[in-house]
């Protein structure tokens, strides 16, 4: 097993000298007699290290056009919204890495500028599409970056335990009353955005009416079906067969220490268990496959409509979405947005299911692309909450508000 973790250093490390030297052909002839310019980005933490790496190699590569993190956010996908928002208006970033829920309100608002993707064709579908121009299919309002879709943990019972067995299933067949070995973001926390509960809400009722959202982003507001599609889990809630978590990491915690057989996550999170060391992993008994229906998540870069080096912001996001850094993100257990990372066969090498991500990715649902995405989320945890949790029908007003919020 020890060397299972040595090549997927040597990997990383290969990787990163592909990237710095895929780097250097973006320097211009005659780039020296260019003034220095320090382009600012605004984006969340990074816990993985990737970007981190990606914005040094760049910095050593193009020293007349460095990258300058500011202040990444370390609060979570709403309060990445706010910071965004008021750097933008202000001219104070050149280039943000959005949740790609906000990019239809940062277009709305003038704040970003369309760009065009070179080999637009190259990245995964969903994660392009999200962000394409309406009427204008050569322009993106946003880069895609890196993607990310819920995917089903499983620990197996020995190496015959190979079944997939889906996450309805899971709920109604596989875990006893009482048991909690089932765990998800399923908690409302004290965040005010509690995306993560939305998300998971969404997934459980997608496994059951995978129309409640197509492919896009188009909400129903059928109540009926609604609440059939939410039935289940909440009977899964009352009869202690899940586990409750406010967010992944908490989640992740759960299942390493109950030793849980069932978790859902985001793929990067497999990474965490071989940087831990995990026993399991080292053993091949954890098993990532795709949920019925995941809901696409990532990160996209835009360019700020009042930056005045928009030329040189678009080089490096044309970087940062390129092949080798591409595949530099998926070492580090993000989920790259580019076609090329998943036939890697070195990559594949050290992430047994990643072709099942690209499947995940392939067939899940967006989040309604919608100026006004955070108030329908916002209705979506209140009304789910208390459906799940306090025990209250979901009422009328619920599909009034979707179409009032979406309209």
């Not at 309604?368 to 949790?389: G, I, S």
Request: hydrophobic share 40%; proline share 6%; glycine share 6%.
């Amino acid at each position: 097993m020890a060397d299972h973790y040595s090549r997927r250093s040597f990997l990383s490390g290969v990787l990163a000298c592909g990237t710095l030297s895929a780097g250097a052909v973006y320097l211009l002839p005659g780039g020296r007699s260019l003034p220095s310019v320090e382009l600012r980005m605004i984006s969340g933490a990074d816990p993985t290290g990737a970007r981190d790496l990606l914005i040094d190699l760049w910095n050593r590569a193009h020293p007349r056009t460095t990258i300058r993190l500011v202040n990444p956010i370390t609060s979570g996908s709403g309060d990445e919204r706010t910071s965004m928002l008021s750097k933008a208006r202000a001219g104070e970033a050149d280039i943000v890495n959005l949740d790609i829920i906000d990019v239809p309100e940062f277009a709305r608002q003038h704040l970003i500028t369309p760009i065009p993707l070179a080999d637009s064709l190259q990245f995964i579908e969903p994660a392009r599409r999200v962000s394409q121009v309406a009427n204008d299919p050569d322009l993106y309002w946003a880069a895609p970056f890196n993607t990310d879709v819920g995917m089903l943990f499983r620990r197996r019972a020995d190496e015959r335990d190979t079944a997939s067995h889906g996450l309805a299933r899971t709920l109604d067949e596989e875990i006893a009353d009482g048991s909690q070995q089932f765990v998800a973001q399923l908690q409302p926390n004290a965040s005010t955005y509690d995306e993560a509960f939305v998300v998971n809400v969404l997934e459980h009722a997608l496994s059951r009416a995978p129309d409640l959202i197509d492919r896009d982003g188009t909400v129903s507001d059928d109540l009926e079906r609604w609440q059939l599609a939410l039935a289940p889990l909440r009977a899964a809630i009352a009869d202690r067969r899940v586990r409750l978590s406010g967010d992944e990491t908490d989640s992740l915690n759960s299942f390493v220490d109950n030793r849980l057989r069932y978790m859902r996550n985001w793929p990067v999170k497999y990474r965490e268990l071989q940087q831990a060391g995990d026993p399991d992993v080292r053993n091949g008994r954890i098993q990532v496959e795709p949920l019925p229906v995941g809901i696409l998540g990532g990160q996209s870069l835009a360019i700020v409509a009042r930056s005045p080096h928009a030329d040189r912001a678009r080089e490096f996001v044309e970087f940062l979405t390129d092949d080798p850094a591409q595949k530099i993100l998926a070492a580090h257990g993000l989920t790259p947005t580019r076609i090329s990372a998943y036939g890697d066969a070195n990559l594949r090498a050290v992430i047994p299911h990643l072709i099942r991500v690209r499947e995940a990715v392939e067939g899940s649902r967006s989040r309604p692309v919608h100026p006004n995405y955070r108030a329908f989320a916002k209705l979506v945890r209140d009304h789910a909450n208390a459906l799940l949790h306090d025990g209250r029908e979901l009422t009328p007003e619920f599909a009034v508000e979707i179409r009032r919020t979406l309209s």
